[in-house]
T-cell receptor
Framework: AQSVAQPEDQVNVAEGNPLTVKCTYSVSGNPYLFWYVQYPNRGLQFLLKYITGDNLVKGSYGFEAEFNKSQTSFHLKKPSALVSDSALYFCAVRPLAGTGGYQKVTFGTGTKLQVIP | EAQVTQNPRYLITVTGKKLTVTCSQNMNHEYMSWYRQDPGLGLRQIYYSMNVEVTDKGDVPEGYKVSRKEKRNFPLILESPSPNQTSLYFC????????????FGEGSRLTVL
């Protein structure tokens, strides 16, 4: 069975410092990987995805993520954190197309990012 | 504007009183799904639909029903709500291509007393 682990319930970072939110996954075959962000009282919003190709993926709001196949990780990063980045972040995985579609998406438990002014 | 709309956003009800949470999307997406979000558990899939008249159980379907009579609508029905169904519910949709992201509604916070 596929799974996603976000080992940190909360990450605190000072404004202007780089941030990393960790995600590891387990899935049969090659994965599709996603990051979503949830602001208070809002739905999840798509940030970025890895399908194939370059291991470094760039997304919205200056976020990027690095796919590491050997470590089965897909950590979310940003060079300089903003207070407005404070939110709940979810990593998600699904298997390669043909072996499962949207219904096979598995979400992590979420990491709360707190950026301190 | 492309969006997924859920109603109601907030609801307090009592045990056993049937309720329906509506979900509508305007993106002509084939796929729609319902999730519940609980602290420490992340998002868990309740039901999903690959297209009109095609629905299937997710990971936590007990106590819920769905229907997909039209492409744009995917209501979630709680026939006899119980307190353990107190949660934050999200509807999501996805388009063709099978590699894209999901689009989420704003959420419906349900409290069952």
């Amino acid at each position: 069975a596929q799974s996603v682990a976000q080992p940190e319930d909360q990450v605190n970072v000072a404004e202007g410092n780089p941030l990393t939110v960790k995600c590891t996954y387990s899935v049969s075959g090659n994965p599709y990987l996603f990051w979503y962000v949830q602001y208070p009282n809002r739905g999840l919003q798509f940030l970025l995805k890895y399908i194939t190709g370059d291991n470094l993926v760039k997304g919205s709001y200056g976020f990027e993520a690095e796919f590491n196949k050997s470590q089965t990780s897909f950590h979310l990063k940003k060079p300089s954190a903003l207070v407005s980045d404070s939110a709940l972040y979810f990593c998600a995985v699904r298997p390669l197309a043909g072996t499962g579609g949207y219904q096979k998406v598995t979400f992590g438990t979420g990491t709360k990012l707190q950026v301190i002014p | 504007e492309a969006q997924v709309t859920q109603n109601p956003r907030y609801l307090i009800t009592v045990t056993g009183k049937k309720l329906t949470v509506t979900c509508s999307q305007n993106m002509n997406h084939e796929y729609m799904s319902w999730y519940r979000q609980d602290p420490g558990l992340g998002l868990r899939q309740i039901y999903y639909s690959m297209n009109v008249e095609v629905t299937d159980k997710g990971d936590v379907p007990e106590g819920y029903k769905v229907s997909r009579k039209e492409k744009r609508n995917f209501p979630l029905i709680l026939e006899s709500p119980s307190p353990n169904q107190t949660s934050l519910y999200f509807c999501a949709s996805g388009g063709q291509g099978n590699t894209g992201e999901l689009f989420f509604g704003e959420g419906s916070r349900l409290t069952v007393l």
